[in-house]
């Protein structure tokens, strides 16, 4: 009888290994259930901070995504996302902004909740002062043009950290993407529903990632190079 529930033990620790094995890598959320608080404690943001993305606006109205503190401009530093993968982001389309230009006595930089639109109004307002009108750019050849044609496209939410986690990743690769906003914009959900169901898959997580006709759900920097690998 000890033996018999010893071994069932056993069968059942093997069963959740596998399980958890089978995950790590692959980073994804699922949005607070209605009426659960989202906690709004502003990160720790330091000159040493790690894991966190940090996205800013030159003076031309684009934005950069760094993950230092040391690699975002002294000219664009009083005004900067930040985004901590490890949590959400507050509720109602708010957002963290952080000012780098300077630290308090404890080596903390300011972080406060905002609107989207305040940070938004940012990129708009330095875009029309540079005269509305984006520095042009050289036409696309080979597969740079078939990533034009056909980007990739990332289906996710403003407060989905593994979302911004993917995005921060095309750009360091140079892969262009288009981000919907599912919460915000109903025809995009509809439309990743309709590819999720197009492949048999079920949604409920994000961000889904459509790498030109790869659908994949939640980041995985390993399956997104292997999807990149194929279609190029």
């Known amino acids: 009888m000890v033996v018999s529930r010893i071994g069932r033990a056993l069968g059942l620790a093997l069963v959740v290994v596998a399980f958890v094995v089978g995950v790590v890598g692959v980073t994804a959320c699922r949005k607070s259930p209605e009426g659960v608080a989202v906690d709004e404690t502003p990160p720790t943001v330091t000159e040493t901070s790690a894991g966190l993305l940090l996205t800013w606006v030159d003076d031309k109205g684009e934005f950069h995504v760094e993950q230092k ?10 005004m900067v996302r ?15 902004l952080v000012d780098l230009r300077n630290s308090g006595a404890d080596g903390h930089y300011p972080v406060r909740v905002a609107s989207r639109e305040e940070f938004e ?7 029309a002062a540079h005269g509305g009108v984006l520095s042009p750019q050289a036409a696309p050849t080979g597969s740079a043009a078939e990533a034009a044609r056909s980007p990739v496209v990332i289906y ?17 690769k140079g892969v262009a993407f288009v981000e919907k906003d599912i919460e915000q914009d109903s025809g995009a959900a509809r439309e990743m ?40």
Do not use: Y
């Not at 109004?121 to 875009?127: E, M, W, Y």
């Not at 407060?159 to 995005?167: E, N, T, V």
């Not at 659908?215 to 995985?220: A, K, Q, R, S």
């Open 82 to 96: 930040v985004v901590d993968p490890s949590r959400e982001e507050p509720s109602g389309g708010r957002l963290f």
């Open 193 to 232: 529903r309709a590819k999720l169901s197009k492949v048999g898959m079920r949604g409920g997580s994000i961000p889904v990632i459509d790498v030109r006709g790869k659908i994949l759900v939640g980041f995985d920097e390993g399956a997104i190079e292997r999807a990149l690998a194929v279609v190029n």
């Open 156 to 172: 996710g939410a403003s407060w989905c950290g593994p979302c911004h986690q993917a995005q921060a990743f095309f750009k360091r």
């Open 69 to 78: 503190v040391e690699s975002v401009p002294a000219t664009a530093r009083e």
């Open 121 to 127: 109004k940012l990129a708009v307002s330095r875009r």
